[in-house]
């Protein structure tokens, strides 16, 4: 059974961290989260793990976070509203095991671009968090909007893609409306990234 840990911060409402907990609770998900790492003392995500009896750290100091996931000896971190930047110390020390959710759809190759359902050239995003990243997609009037789930590398906001979803954006639509129909569908594809590593290996 893999062991994970999963960072959060107050950035969110640990909605990624609650798919993940569903999802190890039915069964689909044969893992374990053996801590919720987070960066401040009033995520919401830390609630979630206290309801289910998750060990919890605090890392306000980016520079403790790799003692704490040799402590609990996971195989897998999962960013979920992470707001630190991990350091290269970190990632040489989890080569392809930091999974991160980005608000845009990163290419496989640095000079690339990935294709739309409808032919055209999706946004990268890079560089951007959330909120703006969503606006991104409006003020350019983009057709689609995405997320990509990729193993996170040295080089910024890029690395191995795991796998992409796609939401249409529709004319009414504004960053609220579209966030809340795209993040079922990250919740939904970061479990079915996590199960695809972690189911069926021993």
Known sequence: MKRLAVLISNAGTGTN?????????SKKLNAKISVVVSSDRDAYGLTRAKENKIPIEICSNKK?????????????????????????????????????????????????????????KALWNRGMLTDVAIKNFLDNNASWAGSSIHFLSSEFDFGKVLDRCFEKIRKTDSVESLYSRLKKKE???????????????K
């Not at 080569?95 to 409808?118: Q, Y």
């Open 64 to 120: 403790k976070l790799l003692p704490i996931l040799k402590k609990y000896k996971v195989d897998f971190v999962c960013l979920a509203g992470w707001k630190q930047i991990i350091s290269d110390e970190v990632i040489s020390a989890y080569p392809n095991k930091i999974l991160n959710l980005h608000p845009g759809l990163i290419s496989d190759k640095i000079d690339g671009f990935v294709i739309a359902p409808d032919g055209s």
């Open 17 to 25: 961290l609650q798919a993940i907990i569903d999802a190890i609770k």
């Open 187 to 201: 919740n939904e594809l970061y479990i079915q990234v996590l199960i695809k590593l972690c189911n069926g290996r």
